[in-house]
């Protein structure tokens, strides 16, 4: 009897953590999708902050990616909604053309700015490891890169809080 409440346990055990597996799997399906350098056609200007990863993430690279979202919805909401800004998480592993593009080799933060569905101009922002426990340096050197990357006119628009 001891034996089977044994094995009964440990197939519940097993069963939730496949449950558990599956259900973070399906949450994060859309959040690594696979784009090609070749981004899809648009009609206008958009900067696309891109969050480069590797398949293996640490704690590190997780506060990363928290940083940059953050700093995102903070000071650039209107042209996240309005679609002038996008967050793209890559993993870079997995879509090697674009590691190749941008030339990456670890995980970091890559502005690019994005007109009639080409990158035509991106900057690759490794300092973001060594501004990391540094949230204002870190929020601003991101922000510089997004702001170059900025048609004028779309900053005084309200770009910007």
Known sequence: MKKIKHIIKNLLLVFVLISVGFALGKHRTGAHETISPAIPEVMHETVNVYYMHATFRCVTCNAIEKMT???L???YKKLLTAGIIKFTEVD???NEPLAKQFDISSSCVVAAKIKDGKII???RLDKVWELL???????AYISQAI???LP???IRQGGEK
Do not use: V
Not at 133 to 139: K, L
């Open 152 to 154: 004028t006119d779309t």
């Open 121 to 123: 101009q991106h900057e």
């Open 69 to 71: 979202r953050q700093l």
């Open 133 to 139: 426990n540094s949230p204002a340096e870190f929020d």
């Open 73 to 75: 919805d903070a000071k």
């Open 147 to 149: 702001n170059r990357l």
């Open 92 to 94: 870079f592993q997995k």
